[in-house]
């Protein structure tokens, strides 16, 4: 929850890197909340629109910031612009491109975007 919680405090922070535990971290509990969520608003009979929730609708809009920092970090920690988020627009490929990069290591040492974050944690 450290993880998650980090990156809820720098949720205006799009500039310097992310390393991948700190993405992955926020996007497991991110699926556990929404789940949870969910469920909570099937058992309430809280629904917005077709099968989404009250709650759930609340609290992805709450999150969708955050996310965005945290993604455009985590691509300035493999050495990318954020502008390679522009990849989300083709369906698939472009999901499959992110979600690879999501998962490559960190660059090595500093980058453009500042000291690789492994080192000052």
Same mark, same amino acid.
């Given at each position: 929850?450290?993880?998650?919680?980090?990156?809820?405090?720098?949720?205006?922070?799009?500039?310097g890197r992310a390393r991948r535990k700190e993405y992955w971290m926020?996007?497991?509990?991110?699926?556990?909340? &929404?789940?949870?969520?969910?469920?909570?608003?099937?058992? +309430?009979?809280?629904?917005?629109? *077709?099968?989404?929730? @009250? $709650?759930?609708?609340?609290?992805?809009?709450?999150?969708?910031?955050?996310?965005?920092?945290?993604?455009?970090?985590?691509?300035?920690? &493999?050495?990318?612009?954020?502008?390679?988020?522009?990849? +989300?627009?083709?369906?698939?490929? *472009?999901?499959?491109? @992110? $979600?690879?990069?999501?998962?490559?290591?960190?660059?090595?040492g500093e980058n453009r975007f500042g000291p690789n974050p492994k080192?000052?944690?």
């Amino acid at each position: 929850m450290d993880w998650y919680f980090k990156v809820l405090r720098n949720y205006i922070g799009f500039s310097g890197r992310a390393r991948r535990k700190e993405y992955w971290m926020f996007i497991l509990v991110n699926i556990i909340l &929404t789940g949870v969520l969910s469920m909570v608003d099937k058992m +309430l009979g809280l629904r917005v629109a *077709g099968d989404e929730g @009250i $709650l759930t609708a609340i609290y992805g809009l709450l999150v969708f910031l955050p996310w965005w920092a945290v993604q455009f970090r985590r691509l300035h920690d &493999t050495d990318r612009s954020a502008w390679w988020l522009l990849l +989300l627009i083709i369906p698939i490929v *472009g999901w499959l491109i @992110i $979600l690879a990069f999501n998962c490559q290591d960190s660059t090595p040492g500093e980058n453009r975007f500042g000291p690789n974050p492994k080192h000052i944690t």
